[in-house]
């Protein structure tokens, strides 16, 4: 069983697009994350929720929308998709991160063209 | 605010070569600090952790002493393998509410046979 999956694994669309990635953690956490890591590497949060409150909300445009339907899924839906919007995003969940760190999903890669 | 600061890359080694690398930070209070790393194609594994002063991380041959006289925590390894070519992460929990791990910008090390 996967700890923290996500969906899809591969995203490819064009721009003006919007589409959603699912994420969902099997581990009874209470608190998800999305990341998003860019063509360097660079690993920037964007939005965390602790049972279904969110909790952090970073500069990120307002085409950006998370959504947790309850602890164990968090969301993200993007509307009209820019090239900029390119990277990975990564999920992760955390019980008690300043002990256990996080646990990461493998990523989605999207692509906007 | 907090802060992490790794040795830029790349790491390029051969094989059975001492590997470190470099990790500074800036926090207030007492932050846990991590390693993570992440292989081509895959998110992002936790390698090894430190929650308070003087404790020293390991996992797989890899250490990291948490030094707070010196903000540091470096990651080292004896002997490096082929397969442990990856990007490091170092990160920090400030363990406040928000639950927020602020990471490094990531090494690339890669070994060659």
């Known amino acids: 069983d996967t700890a923290v999956s996500q969906t899809p694994k591969y995203l490819v669309t064009q721009m003006g697009n919007d589409k959603s990635i699912k994420c969902e953690q099997n581990?009874?956490?209470?608190?998800m994350y999305w990341y998003k890591q860019d063509s360097k590497k660079f690993l920037k949060i964007m939005f965390s929720y602790n049972n279904k409150e969110l909790i952090i909300n970073e500069t990120v445009p307002n085409r950006f929308s998370p959504k947790s339907p309850d602890k164990a899924h968090l969301n993200l839906h993007i509307n009209s998709l820019e090239l900029g919007d390119s990277a990975v995003y990564f999920c992760?969940?955390?019980?008690?991160?300043?002990?256990?760190?996080?646990?990461f999903g493998s990523g989605t890669r999207l692509t906007v063209v | 605010g907090d802060s992490v600061t790794q040795m830029e890359g790349p790491v390029t080694l051969s094989e059975e070569a001492f590997l470190t690398i470099n990790c500074t930070y800036t926090?207030?209070?007492?932050?846990?600090l991590f390693w993570y790393v992440q292989y081509p194609g895959e998110g992002l594994q936790l390698l090894l952790k430190?929650?308070?002063?003087?404790d020293k991380g390991s996992n797989k041959g890899f250490e990291a002493t948490y030094r707070k006289e010196t903000t540091s925590f470096h990651l080292e390894k004896g002997s490096v393998q082929v397969s442990d070519s990856a990007v490091y992460f170092c990160a920090l929990s400030d363990g406040g509410s928000n639950y927020k791990l602020t990471f490094g910008k990531g090494t690339l090390l890669t070994v060659n046979p």
């Open positions: 430190a929650t308070k002063a003087d």
């Open positions: 581990l009874g956490h209470d608190t």
């Open positions: 992760a969940s955390s019980q008690e991160p300043g002990i256990y760190g996080y646990t």
């Open positions: 926090a207030t209070g007492y932050p846990s």
